[in-house]
């Protein structure tokens, strides 16, 4: 796969680096207006700037989120904005609004335009029009198939780069575009403020019996007809590539540094094919996950194994290192408990997990204790395994 490009979500500066650290090739982020998730992890004008200049110093290319629908009033503020991203060097926005589309390329125009997911581009003839408007690079819809991704390939110009998302959550309705949220909140997820209405139990109430409620069960007691599988795409990225795509797509801008750093670790690895696909596979069952399936990507939907609608992880974030390993010891920043006797694994980039058993904890007055029980604690382990400052820690909870 030469020249594919690994892209990583990032929701903050520590996800940057971490981003950075474990392979990504490329990185989007969201800025102050009309990105589409929520505000904690929107990056104001100056942290815009901050994260261009990390991802350049590293070599790294860094993309603006410009993907909500604006109203006619968020419209007045598009020009100036555009200005700004084209100033900071940004190396390009992702754009789902014709409207605002236009305004970029109007005031900005040396910016290259990606066009979202959220345009819901599945066919040639729409991507062409995008071309043709100025984009040089379309997100496919996640609804297009393998052979479908093909066919666009085929038919658009060589130099339309196409991407698509290989692995993340995946919505339950068309290219994400719901109003689930909207109808029962108020908060609309095409504005970035969905609650995730669609993995909540429901009931089933028959019109002429108006006090009788049924409960909607999928299987073994849990209701999941609304949510959806999550993506995991790492078994197949070859033919993805082979069928023409330039950029492989993790989503998750409102994920932990742990979750960044597993999945860009693990799909580096998956593409440089430096580790087998079973030690990937079991990598990207560490984080925090819905039951795994292939997508749209071989036509109809396939169910790989059954969706409980529960999240499952076989591994939870327990530090960061804050120094090399030196004589058996680490020094940690915690990030959720653990404690002496647990089993932990050393993520460092490129490699699977190391694990070892933790049997001293320090404090940071040097006195023995038994857990790490503090949010962002610094404590002092012991490490048998070599370990640099920056790689991840953490907590075996399902040993494989």
């Known amino acids: ?20 650290r474990y392979g990504a090739d490329a990185i989007y982020i969201g800025g102050p207006l009309l990105q589409l998730r929520a505000d904690n992890v929107s990056f104001s004008k100056e942290a815009v700037k901050e994260a261009v200049n990390a991802a350049h110093a590293a070599n790294k290319k860094l993309y603006v989120t410009v993907n909500s629908y604006a109203s006619n009033d968020e419209l007045l503020y598009v020009p100036d904005y555009a200005n700004f991203l084209e100033q900071a ?14 305004l970029i390329k109007k005031h900005a ?7 979202s997911t959220q345009a819901n581009c599945v066919n040639f003839e729409t991507a062409r029009m995008y071309y043709e408007l100025g984009a040089s690079r379309v997100i496919l819809g996640r609804e297009a198939s393998i052979e479908e991704i093909a066919v666009i390939r085929a038919k658009t110009p060589s130099d339309l780069a196409l991407e698509c998302f290989v692995h993340g959550a995946m919505c339950m309705s068309y290219s994400g575009r719901c109003l689930i949220s909207s109808f029962l909140t108020g908060r609309s997820g095409n504005r970035g ?16 019996r108006p006090n009788e409620f049924f409960e909607i069960i999928e299987d073994s007691g ?40 597993t999945v860009v670790n693990a799909y580096r690895m998956a593409i440089d094919k430096t580790a087998s696909k079973e030690d990937i596979e079991k990598e ?24 409980d609608g529960l999240y499952h992880s076989n591994g939870m974030f327990a530090g960061v290192a804050l120094s090399d390993t ?7 920043m915690q990030r959720n408990r653990f404690k002496a006797g647990d089993e932990l694994e050393i993520l460092s980039p490129g490699k699977i997990g190391i694990p070892f058993t933790v049997l001293e904890i320090t404090d940071e007055n040097g006195e023995s204790i ?31």
């Not at 125009?109 to 066009?115: G, L, M, S, T």
């Not at 403020?193 to 002429?208: G, I, N, P, S, V």
């Open 89 to 102: 060097a940004v190396d390009a926005v992702i754009v789902a609004d014709l409207g605002v589309l236009s």
């Open 109 to 115: 125009p040396n910016i290259p335009i990606h066009i």
């Open 326 to 332: 030196s004589d058996g010891r680490l020094k940690v």
């Open 1 to 20: 796969m030469i020249n594919v490009e690994l892209l990583s979500p990032s929701g903050d500066m520590e996800c940057v680096h971490t981003a950075v």
């Open 193 to 208: 403020e969905c609650t995730q209405a669609c993995r909540w139990e429901y009931y089933l109430m028959e019109q002429k």
């Open 284 to 307: 990207l069952l560490s984080i925090s996950h819905r039951p795994y399936s292939s997508g749209f990507y071989f036509g109809e939907l396939k169910k790989n194994t059954f969706n």
């Open 370 to 400: 038994k857990s790490a029980p503090h949010p962002k604690q610094t404590v002092t382990i012991n490490c048998p395994i070599s370990a640099a400052k920056g790689d991840i820690i953490r907590l075996v909870k399902n040993r494989l």
């Open 222 to 261: 849990h209701t999941a007809i609304l949510s959806s599988h999550d993506l995991n795409s790492s078994s197949f990225l070859d033919e993805l590539y082979n069928a023409g795509i330039s950029s492989f797509k993790i989503e998750g801008r409102m994920k932990s540094p742990y979750y960044i750093a």
